[in-house]
Nanobody, 113 residues
């Protein structure tokens, strides 16, 4: 399975971005798709994840601002980000987990103040 992320970029504080991640290959039907991020000089952290049944989990720092969704027909996971803050600046990685873990290549999100 390969994950291809897209949609990062530079945005002003308060703006919005939408990240997409398409999975090629076959995942087991029971899987979790998600987004992690790694701010400069910090460790990678969970942003949001969504199970194959649609149950979601968000980091406290993004609740109410970010929405994760998935299209199972397209094997794609999305992260809609609103009200972006400078502290959201990071490399965002998509992640898939079934019996194994898979990582995308990362996409840069930069929020200017």
């Amino acid at each position: 399975v390969q994950l291809q992320a897209s949609g990062g970029g530079l945005v002003q504080a308060g703006g919005s971005l939408r990240l997409s991640c398409a999975a090629s290959g076959r995942l087991f039907s029971d899987n979790v798709l998600g987004w992690y991020r790694q701010p400069p000089g910090q460790e990678r952290e969970l942003v949001a994840e969504i199970g194959s049944g649609g149950i979601t989990n968000y980091a406290d720092s993004v609740k109410g601002r970010f929405t994760i969704s998935r299209d199972n027909d397209k094997n794609t996971v999305y992260l809609q980000m609103h009200s972006l803050k400078p502290e959201d600046t990071a490399i965002y990685y998509c992640h898939a987990k079934d019996l194994w873990d898979y990582w995308g290549q990362g996409t840069q999100v930069t929020v200017s103040s």
